[in-house]
């Protein structure tokens, strides 16, 4: 292909020869003559508009202007430019630019790389976190734990709603509080309100006649219009009541004399025979019974996260991603094997599954003895 030349003070030249022999350059000089048609309007123009005379650098072989040698190496003209002035040398600083673009570029393939495919998309997992309304730093602590972006999602919203509270009846409860008031258990209603399922629709598909709702005191109120009005502790008076049998006028008494957790006298009270039934020794009954007071659940449940946390260590599961999972075998028994279906389990979570299931007696009886796990299922910490 032939290039074109322009007639210039009488000889036919291309136009990037002129544009050498006037100090100018080159892509400049072509706009201004493609703009105005004449070579010398052209000229002259570049040279109004110029900023000086044009620096030309010996590079291989020849002395050409930084946007020449910018051009010639695919680099930017200002990014070789600052380059060269800091370094003093041509072909270090053409060096230092084109390994600086080799970095980049391997940087935005490592990043492509770090990109999770997520309903049919290729994303980062704090474009996930913000699709979903998740701390993107709390996303990141499940997805390192579950190795598996549905799973991850599910663990954190899981996580994110323990710390949630609702307002009912002019009180403020927590989402234990919330699942000892209507009778539900605390994770499966922790996975039911992350489906967008209402309180009146929870207690419709699970009846319970131990919820916290349905204990009536002498005067027709609720125990949580009583607990409002008395300024107590719903969940140590549903407790009191519920777990340990005490009267409404006992369990205002230990409260208001400052009994912020359950007494351990109750504890051993209630529950000395079934430690003696399953051989836990004085050291871990301590413990269970350190959790009892202090947390407020029932003897049940504490042994119920005993054995998912065991299971889970041993079958190399994080305990919070281990009890996240269980309960979504608690929930489809509610809502049916629909629920977080799309999770595919890997053999370590089948297994551990299948553990607890062996391990752990159907749940909902109202007979606490019924649901006790064998003295060999009892973990000791």
Same mark, same amino acid.
């Given at each position: 292909?032939?290039?074109?030349?322009?007639?210039?003070?009488?000889?036919?030249?291309?136009?990037?020869?002129?544009?050498?022999?006037?100090?100018?350059?080159?892509?400049?000089?072509?706009?201004?003559?493609?703009?105005?048609?004449? @070579?010398?309007?052209?000229?002259?123009?570049?040279?109004?508009?110029?900023?000086?005379?044009?620096?030309?650098?010996?590079?291989?072989?020849?002395?050409?202007?930084?946007?020449?040698?910018?051009?010639?190496?695919?680099?930017? =003209?200002?990014?070789?430019?600052?380059?060269?002035?800091?370094?003093?040398?041509?072909?270090?600083?053409?060096?230092?630019?084109?390994?600086?673009?080799?970095? +980049?570029?391997?940087?935005?393939?490592?990043?492509?790389?770090?990109? =999770?495919?997520?309903?049919?998309?290729?994303?980062?997992?704090?474009?996930?976190?913000?699709?979903?309304?998740?701390?993107?730093?709390?996303?990141?602590?499940?997805?390192?734990?579950?190795?598996?972006?549905?799973?991850?999602?599910?663990?954190?919203?899981?996580?994110?709603?323990?710390?949630?509270?609702?307002?009912?009846?002019?009180?403020?409860?927590?989402?234990?509080?919330?699942?000892?008031?209507?009778?539900?258990?605390?994770?499966?209603?922790?996975?039911?309100?992350?489906?967008?399922?209402?309180?009146?629709? =929870?207690?419709?598909?699970?009846?319970?006649?131990?919820?916290?709702?349905?204990?009536?005191?002498?005067?027709?109120?609720?125990?949580?219009?009583?607990?409002?009005?008395?300024?107590?502790?719903?969940?140590?008076?549903?407790?009191?009541?519920?777990?340990?049998?005490?009267?409404?006028?006992?369990?205002?008494?230990?409260?208001?004399?400052?009994?912020?957790? @359950?007494?351990?006298?109750?504890?051993?009270?209630?529950?000395?025979?079934?430690?003696?039934?399953?051989? =836990?020794?004085?050291?871990?009954?301590?413990?269970?019974?350190?959790?009892?007071?202090?947390?407020?659940?029932?003897?049940?449940?504490?042994?119920?996260?005993?054995?998912?946390?065991?299971?889970?260590?041993?079958?190399?599961?994080?305990?919070?991603?281990?009890?996240?999972?269980?309960?979504?075998?608690?929930? +489809?028994?509610?809502?049916?094997?629909?629920?977080?279906?799309?999770?595919?389990?890997?053999?370590?979570?089948?297994?551990?599954?299948?553990?607890?299931?062996?391990?752990?007696?159907?749940?909902?009886?109202?007979?606490?003895?019924?649901?006790?796990?064998?003295?060999?299922? @009892? @973990?000791?910490?």
């Amino acid at each position: 292909m032939s290039i074109e030349k322009i007639e210039y003070n009488g000889e036919q030249l291309p136009l990037a020869t002129i544009a050498k022999k006037e100090g100018l350059i080159d892509i400049t000089l072509a706009r201004y003559y493609k703009r105005t048609g004449d @070579i010398y309007i052209a000229v002259k123009m570049c040279r109004q508009n110029s900023r000086g005379k044009v620096e030309k650098i010996e590079y291989k072989g020849e002395l050409l202007a930084i946007s020449v040698i910018a051009q010639k190496e695919n680099i930017g =003209i200002e990014t070789l430019t600052n380059s060269y002035k800091k370094i003093g040398n041509i072909y270090e600083a053409v060096k230092s630019c084109k390994e600086r673009a080799e970095s +980049r570029k391997e940087r935005t393939k490592q990043k492509e790389g770090k990109k =999770i495919e997520y309903k049919n998309q290729r994303l980062e997992l704090r474009e996930i976190a913000k699709i979903e309304g998740l701390d993107a730093g709390n996303l990141r602590r499940c997805f390192d734990s579950t190795k598996h972006i549905y799973k991850a999602i599910f663990m954190a919203k899981h996580k994110m709603r323990k710390s949630q509270t609702v307002h009912v009846a002019g009180a403020t409860l927590d989402l234990y509080d919330l699942s000892l008031l209507i009778g539900v258990k605390y994770s499966v209603l922790n996975n039911l309100l992350n489906q967008a399922i209402t309180i009146s629709q =929870i207690k419709e598909m699970y009846p319970c006649e131990n919820a916290g709702e349905n204990i009536k005191l002498p005067n027709r109120e609720t125990l949580l219009e009583y607990c409002v009005k008395n300024k107590l502790n719903f969940t140590f008076m549903y407790r009191a009541i519920n777990t340990y049998g005490k009267t409404i006028k006992e369990a205002t008494t230990a409260f208001k004399e400052g009994q912020q957790t @359950i007494p351990a006298s109750w504890v051993y009270y209630k529950y000395n025979p079934e430690f003696d039934r399953l051989g =836990i020794t004085a050291i871990h009954t301590t413990a269970i019974v350190h959790n009892l007071m202090s947390k407020q659940i029932s003897l049940e449940e504490d042994l119920e996260v005993r054995i998912l946390r065991k299971n889970a260590k041993r079958n190399g599961i994080s305990e919070e991603w281990g009890e996240a999972l269980y309960s979504i075998l608690e929930t +489809r028994k509610i809502i049916g094997d629909e629920f977080q279906r799309h999770i595919c389990l890997n053999e370590n979570e089948v297994q551990f599954l299948d553990e607890c299931l062996a391990e752990l007696k159907p749940q909902g009886s109202t007979n606490q003895n019924e649901t006790m796990p064998k003295e060999e299922d @009892i @973990i000791h910490e």
